[in-house]
């Protein structure tokens, strides 16, 4: 029995050493496991063909994306919010050998418990990975309050920053203080989160609108992509005051605006300029030619220049016309254009036709036309814009069409080996329909009376958004407007010019030959449109033949629409009436801070009414074309005007000038 007991306490012996030395091991890989800060299983999956591994850290959601085959520099990209959302970057940046990671820390708004959890987690992916020791930061929303406030306490840490449409300011966003909703839950949180109250909140200065001083100091290079007309996130209340904070320090800050889209979609649909700007703060010698080349001019090559080849050589007078609105008018590139064609061909006597006149579209311009242009002899190249105006002016698509192709077709009526380059310059508006991919409808008009016409044309509305997109210029520094500054001036005159020497010198040969097409796109399209003297006007009760008409007021004039002939009135009653023959009938007025309503009937119909006041009438007397009738039988007809006592809200009276009826 002694036996026994001896026995017995040797094995206990045993086993009390044995579950000591299993406590301490356990003990010790609990440390490490916590000291890690992963005590959960890995999940193995695939995102988007990637190996993907997803885990717990500290409570929080991770995830680490494996790019097949990693850089040399094992770089990183670190989301921060919306994981997977407009991916494009990501994926871009896994193709090029970068490692993705998250940790989903979206409910604490970048407060200081979320930057710990960062802090620590920094430490986790390069004690197990092994990554670079600077990481690339990505903040989508209110990703850009981890972003900056993690950046602003570890500077040494961050190669540079991409923020899309980020949150910089919690009184912006959740606090809806200024300009946007915000989002009375999430602010409450935020405020829980970075324990102040909502009237602390109004000078506090934990968030990247303080805090990114300390990043611009670093000279940490930062890259913003926000739409322009955001209203959740506003960019002047965010972003523009980041943009200000790093000019005064001098630093490297870059954005990409995005004109007409709000705070969604994110990214870009062609990542490369977010992935430029990545690489060259990382890894410069994985850039590629595509990422470092501009995007191509936007150019439909449909014929060349034959026939203004063959004057160039032949004939000692070489007319060449511009017709537009303000853009043509102002000169720049059509001065470059100008300054070109003299260099390159010496031997030519140019007689440079400048026809632009500000606010007028293709509608009057096709009635102008004979006047204009076509009077000052055999045109040889005309080049022609309206897309700016027509869209602004609210032309309908039918009359875009009617306008354009009757610059077009009686152009080429009147000289059959015309050579013509349309042209389609950039507005705000057209940048948002192409920001949200949509073609703007008056480039798709006129687009197809240059393809019916075989005719050149260069899209610079798309050329200047793509390239603004592509982060090679801003439209609000460098563009500044749609009458260009004259660096826009220039990035006009180079495609213009670049379009020229390619059609000079095709490679491909002939493009199309010359030929005008048997029918018009539209019966009605302008194409006989011409201007008909106001002396024509008979049984005039009430209105006056002025020889050089001028305003009263103080309000603008536009030159060669003052001192000039017009058939005035401001009496209601006032009447008169005209005979024309055509299947339109207009009038060419001066539509300033007192035009009134008039009404009109053809040929003996009910009488229809016109406002004559336009958006911008209350500080200019605008010369503006209405065309009443444009689908009428081409025959005689009698129209009577007649002006009304009514008038519109913004008015100050019951004027009509007259200075030309518009006849097709």
Not at 47 to 63: C, D, I, P, S, T
Not at 307 to 315: I, P, V
Not at 369 to 387: M, P
Not at 631 to 659: P, Q, W, Y
Request: hydrophobic content about 40%; charged content about 20%; proline content about 5%.
């Amino acid at each position: 029995m002694l036996l026994t007991i001896r026995f017995t306490f040797y094995l206990f012996h045993i086993n009390l050493d044995v579950m000591q030395h299993f406590l301490r091991n356990f003990i010790i890989l609990l440390f490490v496991a916590l000291s890690i800060g992963f005590v959960h299983a890995q999940t193995e999956s695939t995102w988007n063909g990637y190996r993907m591994l997803e885990f717990v850290h500290e409570g929080n959601h991770a995830k680490i994306v494996f790019p097949d085959k990693p850089d040399s520099g094992l770089n990183w990209i670190w989301r921060a919010r919306f994981w997977g959302h407009e991916p494009q970057t990501d994926l871009a940046l896994l193709k090029k050998g970068f490692h993705l990671v998250y940790i989903d820390v979206a409910d604490l708004y970048g407060a200081p418990k979320a930057v710990d959890i960062w802090n620590r987690f920094y430490d986790f992916a390069l004690s197990n990975y092994h990554l670079n020791p600077k990481v690339v930061l990505e903040g989508f929303s209110r990703g850009g309050l981890i972003v900056y406030n993690w950046a602003a306490e570890n500077p040494d840490k961050v190669a540079c920053i991409y923020a899309d449409a980020p949150v910089c300011d919690i009184n912006s966003w959740p606090g809806g203080k200024g300009r946007g909703p915000g989002s009375e839950g999430d602010w409450q949180k935020c405020l829980q989160a970075y324990g102040i109250s909502e009237t602390e909140a109004g000078n506090f200065e934990g968030t990247p609108v303080h805090t990114a001083k300390i990043v611009a100091r670093e000279k940490i290079p930062v890259l913003h992509v926000c739409g322009t007309a955001d209203e959740i996130v506003p960019i002047e209340e965010n972003s523009y005051r980041i943009e200000k904070i790093f000019a005064d320090f001098g630093s490297d800050f870059k954005m990409i605006e995005k004109q007409g889209v709000g705070h969604h979609p994110h990214s870009l649909v062609n990542p490369r300029a977010i992935v430029r700007f990545i690489l060259e703060n990382t890894s410069p010698d994985l850039l590629t030619e595509e990422l470092t080349a501009s995007v191509p001019r936007s150019v439909v090559f449909r014929q060349n220049l034959g026939n203004f080849q063959n004057r160039l050589k032949s004939a000692k007078k070489v007319r060449v016309a511009f017709l537009g609105g303000s853009i043509t008018y102002n000169g720049g590139w059509r001065d470059s254009t100008m300054i070109y064609l003299r260099d390159q061909f010496p031997a030519s006597d140019f007689q440079f036709i400048s026809a632009g006149i500000p606010s007028m579209g293709s509608v009057p311009g096709a009635f102008r036309l004979q006047k204009d242009v076509l009077a000052e002899g055999k045109i040889d190249l005309l080049f022609v814009e309206a897309a700016v105006n027509d869209a602004t002016n609210g032309r309908s698509a039918k009359a875009q069409i009617r306008g354009m192709e009757g610059i077009v077709r009686q152009s080429m009526l009147a000289n059959p080996a015309m050579d013509i380059i349309m042209m389609h310059f950039v507005d705000p508006d057209k940048m948002s329909d192409y920001n949200q991919g949509k073609t703007p409808e008056v480039i798709i008009q006129h687009e197809k009376v240059a393809s019916h016409y075989k005719i050149t044309s260069i899209n610079l509305a798309k050329e200047v958004n793509d390239r603004i997109l592509n982060g090679e210029f801003t439209w609000r520094h460098d563009f500044v407007d749609l009458h260009p500054s004259p660096f826009g001036q220039e990035i006009y005159a180079k495609t213009i010019v670049w379009t020229l020497e390619k059609m000079l010198n095709p490679q491909e040969g002939v493009w199309s030959a010359k030929m005008i097409p048997t029918r018009p796109l539209d019966p009605y399209s302008y194409f006989n449109g011409h201007f008909l003297t106001i002396k024509k006007s008979k049984k005039r009760r009430n209105w006056d033949l002025e020889k050089a008409w001028h305003p009263q007021d103080t309000a603008a004039t536009r030159k060669g629409f003052v001192e000039v002939p017009a058939l005035v009135t401001e009496s209601p009653g006032a009447i008169f009436s005209l005979k024309f023959k055509g299947k339109a009938i207009g009038i060419l007025v001066a539509a300033g801070p007192d035009a009134g309503i008039i009404e009109y009937s053809v040929d003996g119909s009910y009488y229809k009414e016109v406002d004559l006041y336009t958006k911008w009438s209350n500080w200019l007397h605008l010369p503006w074309l209405y065309v009443l009738e444009d689908e009428l039988r081409n025959d005689d007809h009698h129209l009577v005007i007649r002006m009304t006592k009514n008038r519109n809200k913004g008015s100050t009276g019951t004027a009509c000038r007259i200075f030309a009826f518009a006849v097709n």
